[in-house]
């Protein structure tokens, strides 16, 4: 490790944080590919896209309303 940082002019902590940050990356590619397999075999629960900004639309004008309740 120390030889490649001195190859690349970096310092082992940065090669450290970088492999980190590759390593995070892959793990949470891989959760997103398994969460996504298991919503294509699911047949997302019969949801259309529609359907799926309608809820989110939803759940964001209700969050607004509790907060608005909560400043009064």
């Known amino acids: 490790m120390e ?7 970096r310092t082992t902590s940065e090669l450290f944080r970088e492999a980190f940050r590759t390593y995070r990356a892959q793990q949470l590619r891989k959760t997103l590919d398994e969460l996504n397999a298991l919503g294509r075999a699911d047949d997302h629960k019969g949801y259309t896209p529609e359907d799926v900004e309608r809820l989110v639309r939803e759940v964001r004008t209700e969050k607004k309303q509790r907060r608005s309740r909560r400043l009064l």
Do not use: D, M, N, V
Not at 3 to 9: G, T
């Open 3 to 9: 030889r490649l940082a001195k190859q690349e002019s």
